[in-house]
């Protein structure tokens, strides 16, 4: 199948990586909105198109890989390029996912395209997870624990306070509660209970380091319902130490069964990983897989994963899933 990319910052080039290591996949263009004289990529042969330049694609691409942010790209990105291609997004303003779907399956019915949003592992691979365990476990507790992680978002925030040069703030689960859950117990917590957050800056010379420091652990929603550390560096250790994007957590759902709820039962899933973008970029391929499949069946509108039969992801066949798979 031929893959556009749309979009090309980190989560494009964790995508290209991804197509690279499918061998049904050929990565047929990226579309940038910069000069795409300007941009270089690491396949060879694969043109560099203009988003403007994009309608000429058309009857060229069979799954667009949509590489927005969620905040302004996305929810205008998707509907639109939905009314020519199939497409697979990663939108993860989780509040907003309903009216995103909306006004994403109006356009691909329309239009007779296949579209899936809201694909990537939070959402995507833990939302997955919670629906399983929420089922196989009816009468429990979610918990979903972030990282530890950088949180591009968080950083951005800081990086805007006057005076920071750059900036990562990483997400770090609370390990107590983590094993309080783990333990069975199903205990009501708050954001300070669960997350804890390491903030890493690099200050302007001369900066005031006090004002730069309240300005982090008192804002509001991304910091001060948190136990928040600040830790200033040299822009030389941000490059040493802080120049990769890990992140990962977990999902756990404890339950009781039996007679009388004598017995406790957990169920967790864990991601720990090196890159998130990388990761990210392997789950939407995988996904791309089954956008084109459901296409070609007619099967159009919009999708989320929970849509989406587990083999319709895989490379192997039904008769070597359930050999080797089952």
């Known amino acids: 199948m031929k893959i556009g990319i749309y979009g090309y910052g980190n989560l494009g080039r964790g995508v290209e990586d991804a197509v690279k290591r499918n061998p049904d996949m050929d990565l047929a263009a990226v579309f ?20 403007d330049d994009i309608m000429a694609w058309k009857d060229k691409i069979d799954v667009m890989i949509i590489c927005g942010g969620s905040a302004t790209d996305l929810p205008e990105m998707t509907p639109s390029l939905a009314e020519h291609f199939n497409v697979v997004d990663s939108y993860d303003n989780h509040s907003s996912i309903p009216v995103h779907f909306a006004n994403v399956d109006k356009k691909a019915k329309e239009a007779s395209t296949t579209a899936l949003i809201s694909c990537g592992w939070d959402p995507g691979m833990f939302s997955l997870n919670r629906l399983y365990a929420c089922a196989v476990l009816p009468d429990g507790s979610d918990y979903t624990f972030w990282g530890k992680g950088v949180s591009q978002g968080h950083s951005d925030a800081i990086r805007r306070i006057e005076g920071v040069v750059d900036a990562r703030q990483y997400t770090v689960p609370v390990e107590e509660a983590m094993e309080r ?6 205990p009501e917590l708050t954001a300070r209970e669960k997350h804890k957050r390491e903030c890493y ?16 652990v008192n804002m509001p929603a991304y910091f001060a319902p948190y136990d928040t550390t600040v830790t200033f560096i040299t822009m030389e250790e941000m490059k040493e130490k802080h120049s990769e994007l890990p992140h990962g957590g ?70 070597e899933l359930l050999a080797h798979m089952l």
């Not at 910069?34 to 198109?49: F, G």
């Open 250 to 319: 977990s999902v756990i759902r404890t339950g009781k069964t039996g007679k009388d709820d004598c017995h406790s039962q957990v169920i967790e899933y864990k991601l720990t990983l090196d890159s998130n973008p990388e990761f990210t970029g392997s789950v939407l391929a995988a996904y791309a897989r089954a956008v084109y499949r459901m296409s070609e069946k007619g099967d159009f509108g919009c999708k989320s994963v929970f849509d989406i039969a587990p083999a319709e992801l895989s490379l192997q066949t039904r008769d």
């Open 32 to 51: 940038t909105r910069r000069n795409p004289d300007s941009l270089k990529i690491e396949t060879e042969n694969v043109p560099v198109v203009s988003t």
């Open 201 to 216: 800056v690099v200050a302007e010379d001369g900066a005031d380091k006090d004002r730069i420091r309240d300005e982090i």
């Open 181 to 186: 859950i783990r333990n069975g117990e199903t």
